[in-house]
């Protein structure tokens, strides 16, 4: 155990004494610790009452009110609390070093490399169970509510832990998040519940071993491991023991230590102007800790609001803004989609629905701080998730939290709220490289990677392979089908070379290719795409994961389907390369029927076939794929068996297996210029699949080389290039690269959209070759425009403008 881990260290003390984070973000001495500020800026001493009431309503914010305990669903979630109480406390045996069996703190050789985690992920989970155990002592209908022995055994527990290694003389080991995060927040959350039978000295020495680990000097900079969902984290923990332990000061300065996370950043963690979230420097995890962010300041500001400490400023509205701009957008009838959950998603008991439940319930939560309309909104948006989802409904999920339950409950049985639809709309979210494209029957998701954002996220033995979802996966998922797409043990079981949509070698990668928190980038800069908020072009300059494999890969998000454009793909790997039209998952037993130009595939497991010249597939139940030109495709159906284990360290050895049905396109070992062409058609039924490959006229594909990519959709009105290189394609020209959406509307306007996914242009030149009369708006990155034969907009200086889309709107002559 001799080398460290840079990520996970350990923030040096700042030394001195406390120091908060004014509303501007400037350091400054919080009050003294007898004194608080008051009304009308003068400080008064705090009293026990408000105390008392902060605590109470945190009690509150942890067990959840205004339920039956003997309704539905709070009678099942209640007695399976009870039940796991139960069990905990009939297997504790406090011992030197530990409290139950097998779950041992005491590492033979601490410090922070990766041996030691799981000995203090064990102190932990200590926590965690005695406050479970609390709970169930706490809430009505467990069977255990007021037990004494339970009572007795979660006192004896804390004191345990407390002498053996969660003290001021302990010196830290392992993970960092045991000892900042996780142990605080379950130690203060239990002292809450159990408040009035701990003593005054009980408190203290809890209170002083979270100062010992939590010191002030964490909020010294916004920095490290206090930044994005992790400072939130912090804040709670610092905030609870303030309550706890009646210190107005630590309650202050956490409080105020709050205020980084809500401006929007440039670089680095935190949310970003155009909806995104990075986490880990350079990771997308809107679901993930974005989904931990979202509940603690939910949580903090419903417990701080109508108190001397409630959080104010304008920042704060910008954070209640990522509702609709960065979370809204990723979550689909129920769903949270997995390409923004990074290593949650190789976590076993857990799925894309479950992600979702629980920031349902926090975006009621903070709508109860958010204006009237913006409440009416968040109600009925969440409304709609909990009706559409017929997979896994929010309230069938028993592992809820009493107080999530309620807040859904409620919402469901609220007449005066109408459930809204999923709305017609396509986001672009180039600070991460995601893009999301809704239609009313149907929504998709493209992930990449860049130069700015990592291949995936490798760590604490979690997300082993997930190296390809950044390689152009293309997730997909219908209205009424489809939703269970990513839900059944799909990480563990399927092959992760073959993701839907991606272009990859064959080359074996190594599980956690790219090291333990390496989070490994491509060198490559144009990754983005231009949107007019309807239809887009998305594209990725694709540089494999330790690999030679290099593609440019475009994809026009239009009104019934996705054209997906590939080409320049070259290796020199030795290995076979690939791009996976897509990999459906079909469950234990499916089996859905599999047509190829109009000719039945057999259905038996196990079998594969490779066609010539295919214009056009379908998968029953599914989807239909048109070939503009003819490709060669393979087909295969086979049964894949893995564990939980394969691909997290903390998984189940159990086998599982899954089938799946997988088109693809084999460009053969170590391509030198290989290309692909198909159409994606979500809920397309066979008939409509063949009468889109039969009509020529629907799509034209302007480009598809390694310089530009383009299309024209004439019944769209719309033409869109991806332009990886300066030149002409079709009517449009690009002086530098560049992405180009324009769309003729029927009033006799037009709409173009430009961008630079790279952020290199300093200046750009767009000409239009079309007529036009007038421009009737244009933003200030346009310098000059010319009208009349054609367009011409000169663009300035666009790398400032983060890969942003920028909207010209003209009157067509």
């Known amino acids: 155990m001799s080398s460290s881990w840079p990520r996970r260290t350990f923030l040096h003390a700042a030394g001195g004494g406390a120091l908060a984070l004014g509303v501007s973000g400037a350091l400054a001495p919080p009050s003294a610790a007898a004194e608080v500020p008051g009304s009308g800026g003068a400080f008064t001493a705090a009293t026990d009452a408000e105390f008392d009431a902060l605590r109470g309503k945190w009690r509150d914010l942890v067990l959840g009110k205004g339920f039956s305990p003997t309704a539905e669903p709070y009678r099942t979630i209640l007695s399976g609390l009870g039940t796991t109480a139960a069990g905990y406390r009939a297997t504790m045996a406090p011992a030197s070093g530990s409290l139950w069996p097998g779950r041992s703190w005491a590492d033979p050789e601490p410090d922070l490399d990766a041996e030691s985690y799981a000995f203090s992920a064990a102190m932990n989970d200590s926590y965690n169970r005695l406050r479970t155990m609390a709970e169930a002592y706490s809430q009505p209908g467990t069977g255990l509510t007021g037990d004494t022995g339970l009572r007795d055994a979660v006192l004896a527990g804390l004191d345990h832990l407390h002498s053996e290694v969660y003290n001021a003389d302990t010196i830290r080991y392992g993970n960092w998040y045991n000892w900042q995060i996780g142990a605080p927040q379950a130690l203060m959350d239990t002292c809450v519940l159990m408040y009035d039978h701990l003593s005054a000295d009980r408190i203290a020495d809890y209170c002083r071993a979270v100062d010992a680990f939590v010191p002030d000097s964490v909020f010294a900079s916004y920095t490290g491991t206090s930044t994005g969902a992790n400072r939130v984290d912090l804040c709670r923990g610092v905030i609870l023991r303030g309550i706890v332990g009646k210190d107005p000061a630590k309650i202050t300065l956490a409080s105020q230590a709050l205020a980084p996370v809500f401006p929007y950043v440039t670089s680095g963690d935190g949310f970003y102007a155009d909806g995104s979230f990075i986490q880990h420097r350079n990771v997308p995890y809107i679901g993930g800790y974005g989904s931990v962010l979202h509940d603690g300041v939910g949580r903090l500001l419903s417990l701080l609001r109508g108190s001397r400490w409630e959080v104010t400023g304008t920042d704060t509205q910008l954070f209640l803004d990522t509702v609709e701009k960065a979370v809204a957008p990723f979550i689909y009838n129920g769903l949270m989609m997995d390409n923004v959950s990074s290593r949650g998603i190789s976590r076993v008991g857990t799925s894309d629905h479950q992600r979702a439940h ?42 809820l939290s009493l107080l999530r339950a309620s807040l859904l409950q409620a919402l469901q049985d609220d007449t005066s709220v109408t459930a809204a639809p999923e709305p017609v709309e396509h986001r672009l979210f180039p600070a991460m490289a995601r893009a999301t494209h809704r239609r009313r029957g149907w929504a998709a998701s493209i992930s990449m990677a860049s130069n700015r954002i990592a291949h995936y996220e490798f760590g604490n033995g979690e997300h082993a392979r997930g190296y390809h979802t950044g390689a152009g996966w293309l997730s997909w998922w219908g209205s009424d089908f489809g939703l269970e797409q990513y839900s059944d043990a799909y990480w563990p079981t399927v092959d ?19 090291g333990n928190w390496g989070q490994p980038m491509p060198d490559a800069a144009w990754v983005g795409g231009t949107t007019d908020g309807e239809y887009a072009a998305v594209g990725q300059h694709l540089k494999g994961l330790s690999s030679t494999m290099s593609a440019k890969k475009s994809w026009f998000c239009l009104d019934d389907s996705v054209v997906c454009l590939g080409a320049g793909i070259t290796a020199k790997d030795g290995h076979a390369v690939e791009t996976t039209v897509d990999n459906r998952a079909l469950g234990a037993t499916g089996a859905p029927a599999l047509t190829v130009d109009g000719r039945a595939q057999p259905t038996a497991q196990g079998w594969a076939a490779d066609f010539d010249d295919v214009h056009w597939a379908h998968i029953a139940g599914h989807a239909g794929y048109v070939f503009p030109g003819g490709t ?49 058609l979500p809920g397309a039924g066979a008939r409509t699949t063949a009468q889109r490959a039969a009509d020529k006229g629907w799509l034209r594909v302007l480009a598809n080389t390694g310089d530009q990519q383009g299309v024209r959709v004439p019944r769209l009105g719309l033409t869109a290039v991806n332009f990886w290189t300066a030149g002409s394609v079709g009517t449009i020209t690009a002086g530098a690269p560049a992405s180009v959406l324009i769309r003729e509307h029927l009033n006799g306007t037009a709409t173009v959209v430009v961008s630079d996914p790279a952020r290199q242009a300093a200046s750009l030149e767009v000409v239009w070759n079309r007529p036009v009369e007038k421009v009737l708006s244009r933003p200030a990155t346009v310098t000059a425009a010319s009208t009349g034969s054609s367009l011409r907009l000169t663009f300035g200086d666009l790398t400032g403008q983060a890969g942003a889309p920028q909207k010209v709107t003209v009157r067509l002559g």
């Not at 968040?378 to 028993?398: E, F, I, S, T």
């Not at 086979?638 to 394969?646: A, F, Q, Y």
């Open 358 to 399: 629980g920031l349902m319930a926090t975006i009621l939560l903070l709508g109860q701080g958010a204006s009237p309309e913006e409440n009416a909104r968040w109600r009925a948006m969440v409304k709609g998730w909990l009706q559409r989802d017929y997979h896994y409904p929010a309230l069938r999920n028993r592992g």
């Open 496 to 514: 992760p070379y073959r993701l839907p949509g991606i272009t990859a070698s064959r080359k074996p990668l190594a599980d956690g290719e790219g």
């Open 632 to 680: 060669r495709l393979g087909a295969v159906r086979e049964e894949r068996t893995g564990s939980w284990r394969d691909i997290n360290t903390g998984g189940t050895t159990d086998p599982v297996t899954r089938r799946y049905l997988t088109l693809f396109t084999d460009h053969g070992v170590d391509p030198a210029d290989g290309d692909y062409a198909y159409v994606l």
